[in-house]
């Protein structure tokens, strides 16, 4: 699914009204219409005291449009208009007074906070003051009244927007913004919906396809995508039934160290998980009992060193290397990286103490393979790229690094994204529990595995971010947020995969029962 712009998105409107030949207000009450439609799913008719809070804008036509709807069907509404300006939109203009043909109840004009009304936490409250099109922070009295229903408890759901979020720029952190519980969002996504500082006022949300004009949503470059089932569907490479375990690759984990082994051991185990042919771990003298104890499946071959990785000898020339879990930054390891580094002529994944290694020593970076995936979280990427100020410069930052040294980024996060030069994938699936510790390793294996299986590295990066968040989010189904530990997560891979071709129905069956 595409992600666009507000600008973008305000171009298709335009689009949509000439193609179409319909006027703006009658894609208006189209999205009222649809709009009122969910809500109307949930509330079921409820005697719930709904407050709609309308800007002067086309976001305060939507509102007032969906307030003439529900109040068709029997809702105790009452409307609310920020009354801050003399330049209304016209099709707010329509719509103000087309609602005195549903309710002799006029829109209360609400000009300073002695105007604000009482509201109780029984009240249901639709957010449409401002749109995508907003531009700057909100002010003076509008300021006061945000900050009033934020510290209100009543449920507040959002009409495309939370006021005062913009769609893809950087807000201040002292900028004024509802906080919402949940939103419907208009055709697509916007990108601050997926980003830390920014996705925490939309609370929940759900696109609402308004039907614009596909032509001009077909040909407009995404400023992102988000990586959702049915792109993970598309992704996915079904296997012939005459194969054998070579033709689903080799990974060789070059992982582990004295007392990290457990990261070794996550890494090479999720390789296995998610169907390589073969995986060797490439590991510390003392670490080969571990290994061998716990993953039987997992060939070894031991470095010279006990406690660490001090060289490395590549038994295995056409492996797909994934390197750097838990091996810490000892002086004959960075040795040892580097060397291996230099010796791939395909692309690598490169996790964790990699990483560090490569902040380290930045003139290993001109080594790396083409199209090879780095795995940072925000400490390690910081080192290579630097600070940033905020989530927007940080995306930036990285797509500069990715083109400069042609390699793809996968930063981690709640919704880790995916950068490979201009493109950024945003994925859709994962939960809190997967904060801990050796899921990244999990997420390193998983990503090699299928580099080995001959998915190409974008696609490789991108199908495993969202098969790893998959598998934590049916993880957390039977282990709760808390339960979840990195070999769980690993444990269901192959039930993610399943998870995307079941229907409704099959996908019901296969709930854990209570």
């Known amino acids: 699914m595409k992600i666009l712009s507000a600008q973008q998105l305000a171009e298709a409107d335009l689009s949509t009204i000439n193609k179409q030949q319909i006027s703006s207000n009658d894609l208006m009450e189209r999205v009222a219409t649809l709009v009122f439609e969910r809500l109307h799913q949930r509330l079921n008719g409820a005697p719930v005291p709904v407050k709609i809070f309308c800007g002067i804008g086309n976001n305060g036509g939507d509102g007032l449009a969906i307030a003439r709807h529900m109040i068709q069907h029997g809702y105790h509404v009452k409307v609310y208009v920020t009354n801050c300006s003399k330049k209304r939109s016209p099709d707010f203009l329509v719509n103000y007074d087309r609602i005195k043909d549903v309710t002799n109840e006029w829109p209360v004009l609400l000009s300073c906070k002695e105007d604000f009304p009482e509201i109780t936490p029984q009240d249901f409250i639709i957010d449409a003051i401002f749109g995508t099109g907003i531009n700057r922070p909100v002010d003076g009295w509008m300021a006061d009244l945000i900050v009033y229903l934020n510290s209100v408890k009543a449920f507040k759901v959002a009409i495309d927007m939370p006021s005062g979020l913009y769609a893809n720029t950087a807000h201040k952190t002292d900028d004024t913004i509802l ?74 984990t070059f992982a582990g160290s004295k007392g990290k082994m457990g990261a070794a051991v996550l890494c090479a185990g999720a390789a296995i998980n998610a169907g390589a042919g073969k995986v060797t771990a490439y590991i510390p003298e003392d670490g080969n009992f571990i290994m061998q104890s716990s993953l039987p499946e997992v060939m070894t071959v031991e470095s010279d060193g006990d406690d660490y990785i001090t060289d490395f000898n590549n038994p295995i020339k056409n492996a797909v290397l994934c390197i750097g879990p838990g091996i810490g930054v000892e002086k004959d390891t960075c040795s040892a990286f580097a060397k291996a580094v230099k010796e791939q002529s395909t692309p690598m994944v490169i996790d964790a103490d990699g990483i560090q290694i490569l902040a380290k020593h930045p003139e290993l970076i001109k080594d790396i393979p083409k199209d090879s995936i780095l795995t940072p979280h925000d400490g390690e990427l910081k080192k290579l790229i630097g600070e940033w100020d905020n989530s927007y410069t940080r995306l930036e930052k990285a797509q500069e690094f990715s083109k400069k040294n042609n390699v793809i980024l996968v930063l981690k996060g709640a919704h880790t994204i995916t950068v490979a030069g201009s493109g950024q994938y945003v994925n859709s699936t994962g939960n809190p529990g997967m904060a801990t510790a050796g899921s990244g390793d999990v997420l390193s294996g998983i990503i090699a595995s299928f580099l080995a299986q001959g998915y190409d590295p974008l696609t490789a990066a991108a199908f495993s971010v969202y098969l790893h968040g998959a598998s934590g989010d049916l993880a957390s189904q039977t282990y709760a947020h808390e339960g979840l530990k990195a070999s769980i997560i690993s444990n269901f891979i192959g039930s993610s995969i399943l998870q995307l071709f079941r229907n409704p129905a099959q996908e019901q069956q296969a709930q854990p029962q209570s």
């Open 179 to 252: 906080q919402a519980d949940h939103t419907f969002t208009f055709q697509t996504p916007k990108l601050s919906f997926f980003l830390p500082e920014t996705g925490q006022y939309t609370g929940t949300f759900e696109v609402i396809n308004i039907g614009l004009d596909p032509e001009y949503l077909m040909a407009a470059a995404p400023i992102a995508q988000l990586i959702t089932r049915e792109a993970a569907q598309n992704m996915y490479q079904p296997r012939e039934k005459f194969s054998y375990k070579g033709d689903y690759g080799h990974v060789l």
